[in-house]
């Protein structure tokens, strides 16, 4: 195996987009990716390294037109109707219960571990695979929106105790030109040796570097802006919030004390 250059593979890691429309056929149905293709990227998947050889997730493939027009309504993403390929990347500690029983031995409880490794695992595996599409000159979308439906989506894909939705990812031929998306400093992301809590003005000077990811239609962007209507107070991870607890009771992955909220439906 030749090694590449440090340039190849920031020109690769550049080449990143989340693209949310894609080449369909005419009729606006998905075009499938080529069997080796679809090979490969699982392949990729399961090669991900994975905490204690359990393998602490699933990933459902979702081929059924009505699934996954269902899904699409479910997570408010319309790509995952139209996009090549579409999975559910779940944490599982299901399967690895099965072989302790089948093999005479008793499952332990832990269900703070079960959502601490088994989403590790699964985001490992979900990001092997959207690499190798994207190696294959693909791009795709994570879906954290499997939050605004989880309950319909444990539903739709009957997913049994132990296995829970993280998210959704999309893979096909981008029909949009995304923009190179900027990240926050290095500085404010890789600590040396302490952490080290970003001041005052290293926060705006972030601030401006971001601010062009929420610009929509030529306006100028505001990032805090963006990051309050999901994270600030009212926004919409409050409201997704009783949502997943509710998941994760009914999955039996909850670890928590009883929580006051109760799902609003
Ligand atoms: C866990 C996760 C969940 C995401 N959820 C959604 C989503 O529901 N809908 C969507 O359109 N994009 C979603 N995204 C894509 C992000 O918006 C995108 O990665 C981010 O804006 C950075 O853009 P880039 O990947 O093009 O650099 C998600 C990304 C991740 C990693």
């Known amino acids: 195996m030749t090694h ?5 593979v920031r020109a690769f890691y550049d080449a990143h987009r989340t693209v949310r ?12 990716l080529p069997p080796a293709h679809l ?11 994975t905490d204690a050889t359990a393998q602490l997730y ?4 979702l081929r059924d037109p009505e699934v996954r ?3 699409a309504a479910l997570t408010t993403n319309a790509h995952m109707a139209t996009a090549s390929e579409a999975f559910v990347v779940c944490a599982d500690v299901r399967r690895t219960r099965r072989v302790l029983e089948v093999s005479g031995r008793t499952p332990g409880h832990w269900p703070a571990v079960a959502v601490h490794f088994g989403i590790g695992d699964a985001v490992m595996a979900g990001t092997n695979l959207l690499t190798a599409a994207e190696m294959l000159g693909y791009q795709g979308c994570w879906i954290g ?15 049994p105790q132990g296995v829970l939705p993280f998210a959704a990812l999309t893979i096909g031929t981008p029909a949009e030109n995304a923009p190179y998306r900027p990240r926050v400093p290095r500085h404010l992301v890789v600590h040396t040796d302490t952490y080290h809590d970003g001041d005052h003005d290293e926060l705006q000077d972030a601030i401006a570097v971001m601010n062009p990811i929420a610009s929509r239609g030529g306006q100028p962007g505001d990032w805090p802006r963006l990051l309050g209507a999901y994270f600030a107070q009212d926004g919409g991870m409050e409201k997704r919030e009783p949502h997943l607890v509710a998941a994760l009771r009914r999955q039996g992955m909850w670890s928590g004390e009883a929580v006051a909220q109760t799902p609003v439906h």
Do not use: K
């Open 145 to 159: 929106g499997v939050l605004n439906g989880i309950d319909g989506l444990i539903d739709l894909l009957r997913l």
């Open 69 to 71: 027009a269902q899904a």
């Open 58 to 61: 699933s990933l459902v493939h």
């Open 4 to 8: 590449r250059s440090p340039e190849e």
């Open 39 to 49: 090979d490969v990227i699982l392949h990729a998947a399961q090669r991900a390294p």
């Open 21 to 32: 429309q894609y080449v369909t056929a005419a009729d606006g149905t998905p075009i499938p």
